[in-house]
């Protein structure tokens, strides 16, 4: 009679399975509790430092929402949310975790209570069940210990735990302490391990090869145009375009990443403001106070540097010529301290950057009278001017309003200067003012002065481009519905009267420009709108600017060039600058001397970057 004692075994081992794949289910359903050996030694540092400082450790544990669209980004904002109550020290699980989507857990310290915190992460339609689990008490904080010598313990008190509605509260369990290691002194690279510092000449270096990708990735964009129109039934083709949407997507968070190491807050330069504020008011004997807001906004390293000294000269002049003295200023019915407010935020792709104060304002009929008085304008001319276009004559060279020249104002030296830089940056400068209750300087300046979204077109059979976000409109007019207003061209667009900028010839005789029809790009440049003429569309790119040395270019018309995918070299227009050139002349001598500088530049920029392709 054969053995049965293994079949025996079998059998019972077969009818224990399903109890033991339901015990195991039921373990993997609940969330594993953080333990100290996954932390990492920073981790276990910040656990230290927080329990030194006398926080409140939690351990929270949020599952996100099935029917979250979007947990990774969900997750996110969760962590978002409780940080502005407290530090996030360690973060389970990873979020390339296959468990990411359904859950996040946190070691938390903070100052504020289990309620306070369970209620920020409750975010509709992303957080589900919440459990906040009390690990350790608030206690004052140890001043003395080090924090290299401090054991990370973590115990749960006996607090009870909050949760969610229908949430069921996870249990820690306690996280053992290591024994403590023997004293000694951090040293500065284990407190700053996360912290690589890098001279701006490498970033910049990395930006550059960045840009010649984007120069690369127009090539083969080019290249698959191309292949399309040739072999259009060709079944590669959509292997093809499937790869470049995907590199363009990776060649964009790149880019994206290395702006970011470009990018400070504008705290660096925010800081040094109170100082030259006290040290101005002692000077002019005003009594002023300084409110500063948006510190945290980032701006690119480069633009902030180089916006220094005209931010400087405006918060100089807010103090020497806005702010009134005490006296007078008691007199008129306002609080002898005077204020002025500096504040940054983002807007769109830009950084606007407002100095306001709440002094005397800018009269524009005492503007006119002293441009009158330098010999800027005839009586005739400012007559004619509005009160924005008489704003802008304070940029003009050597003009100041001051009657004493001090070692504070009066040269008339400065305002031109803010101009100017600001124009090399592709930035604008408007002003607001009310007479008797203040003014308000507002700068916008780009993110970034490497890349740019562009907008390109023809010109007498050159290529120029200028940046997408200075063109609001994109019209198609013709000819007879041009007028000439005081010997300039202008067009009547929706109710609004357009000056028209001309910068080529008309591309017809004369007897048929009046059917002739033309694109004209609704263009804005400070607060201002103008129709800039073109004779044909090429369409939107993203452009790396390369600069031109001074031996190449003489005129501020150009920004600078780029280089396209087929070898073209396109020129980046300064708008500002064009808008003043065209302005100063007469419509008849517009086309021919604009497009032949234009032109000139054109041939020049090719030569000089070594790109050929034909005409550019």
């Known amino acids: 009679m054969p053995a049965t004692d293994g079949l025996r075994r079998r059998i019972d ?17 609940e969330p594993a509790p953080q333990t100290k050996k996954d932390w990492t030694e920073a981790e276990k540092r910040a656990v230290a430092r927080a329990q030194l400082e006398g926080l409140g450790l939690y351990e929270i544990v949020v599952k996100i929402d099935p029917h979250c669209t979007m947990p990774i980004a969900g997750r996110q904002l969760i962590q978002n949310a409780i940080a502005g109550i407290g530090q ?9 975790a296959p468990a990411a989507s359904k859950q996040v857990e946190f070691v938390f310290a903070s100052a504020q209570t289990g309620e306070q915190i369970a209620a920020k992460c409750r975010i509709p339609t992303i957080a589900g069940e919440v459990s906040v689990v009390l690990i350790q008490a608030a206690t004052p904080p140890k001043a003395s210990a080090k924090i290299a010598d401090a054991p990370v313990e973590l ?27 023997p004293a000694s ?21 990395v930006l550059n090869l960045v840009g010649e990708l984007i120069i690369g990735k127009s090539m083969l964009q080019q290249a698959l145009n191309e292949f399309g129109k040739r072999y259009p039934r060709e079944l590669l083709r959509g292997k093809f375009a499937d ?13 994206r990443s290395v702006m970011k190491i470009r990018m400070v807050p504008v705290d660096q330069l925010f800081r040094r403001f109170p100082r030259i504020v006290r040290d101005v008011a002692r000077q002019c004997g005003r009594e002023v106070d300084l409110e500063l807001s948006g510190q945290e906004t980032d701006l690119d390293k480069g633009i902030l540097d180089a916006i220094a000294e005209p931010l400087t000269h405006l918060v100089r002049n807010a103090v020497s010529h806005g702010i009134e003295p005490p006296e007078l200023r008691r007199t008129l019915g306002k609080p002898p301290r005077g204020k002025i407010r500096l504040n940054a935020f983002h807007q ?16 524009a009929q005492k503007i006119r009278a002293k441009a009158m008085d330098l010999g800027m304008l005839t009586a005739e001319e400012a007559a004619r001017l509005s009160d924005a276009e008489t704003l802008e004559l304070i940029f003009r060279p050597g003009f100041s309003t001051a009657e004493v020249v001090t070692e504070v104002s009066g040269r008339g030296v400065g305002m031109d200067v803010v101009q100017s830089v600001l124009n090399r940056l592709k930035a604008t400068i408007h002003i607001e003012t009310r007479p008797g209750q203040g ?3 507002r700068l916008k300046l780009p993110l970034t002065l490497a890349i740019i979204k562009a907008l390109m077109f023809w010109v007498e059979q050159r290529l120029y481009a200028i940046p997408l976000n200075a063109v609001s409109q994109i019209a198609r007019t013709t000819e007879s519905e041009v007028h000439q207003v005081d010997n300039y061209e202008v067009l009547q667009l929706r109710n609004q009267v357009l000056p028209l900028l001309r910068l080529g010839r008309p591309s017809v005789a004369e007897g048929d420009r009046k059917s002739n029809k033309l694109f004209v790009l609704v263009i804005t440049v400070g607060e201002k709108k103008y129709g ?63 497009c032949g500088l234009l032109l000139n530049h054109a041939d020049r920029a090719r030569l000089a970057l070594g790109a050929g392709g034909g005409q550019a």
């Open 13 to 29: 081992e077969l009818t224990a399975a399903p109890a033991a794949k339901k015990s195991r289910r039921k373990k993997k359903s």
């Open 88 to 96: 996030v020290l360690v973060v389970r699980p990873n979020a390339k």
């Open 155 to 181: 115990v749960p008190q006996a607090a009870p735990s909050l949760t969610a509605p229908a949430a069921t509260a996870v249990p820690p369990s306690p996280v053992q302490a290591e024994p403590p290691t």
């Open 185 to 205: 002194e951090p040293s500065p690279q284990s407190v700053g391990e996360n912290i690589l510092r890098v001279e701006a000449g490498r970033i910049d270096n």
């Open 243 to 255: 790869a470049m949407a995907f590199q363009a997507r990776v060649l964009n968070d790149l880019q």
């Open 348 to 363: 769109g792709n830009q950084v606007v950057v407002e100095i306001a104060d709440d002094g005397r304002g800018i009269d």
């Open 439 to 441: 003014t308000t300087f």
């Open 532 to 594: 800039l003429i073109v004779d044909a569309l090429e369409g939107e790119e993203e452009l790396v600017i390369k600069a031109l040395d001074d031996q190449t270019f003489s005129t501020n018309l150009v920004n600078g060039a780029s280089i396209l995918g087929n070898g073209k070299v396109v020129l980046i227009l300064n708008l500002p600058a064009v808008v003043e050139h065209v302005a100063r002349m007469r419509p008849q001598e517009t086309g021919a001397t604009n």
